[in-house]
């Protein structure tokens, strides 16, 4: 079966950001699962699936705004030194996990350390990068009745 909407995909993935440096990648032997046209993955890659068969491999090149955004200026933020625990080893490029008020875990990334305050970037991680992914189809079936109930894929790769 081909990949299409709703059916359920497994992908074994790389990701570099152009130089060849892998950034993620799935495990050996443990595709990623997910749903087809459900927005789980980036669309700009989503897209680039639809139609492939098991055994199927691509090249797929992803630009921002269709893959993580584009930078925000506006997630660069000063906040105080000491909002970090003191002997946190804050330098440039470090990403760490923050909790916002609502209780979400975010992943916020130190951009510069000046004296008693820090700038931090909001944005996510591969905002404003170009995506490329080496990608092939392992699996493509059709999703349960429980699966599109849920909306995503279970089982090994999947959810729960
Ligand atoms: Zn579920």
Redesign the pocket.
Known sequence: MKVSKDCVVSLEYRLHLGDGKVVDESEPGQPLAYMHGRGQIVPGLEGQLEGLSPGDARKVVVVPAQGYGEHDPRGLQEVPRSMFPPEAPLHPGLSISAQTAEGDVIPITVREVKGDSVVVDLNHPLAGKTLHFDVTVREVRAATTE?LE?G?A?GPGG??
């Open positions: 699966e849920h995503h279970h959810a729960h």
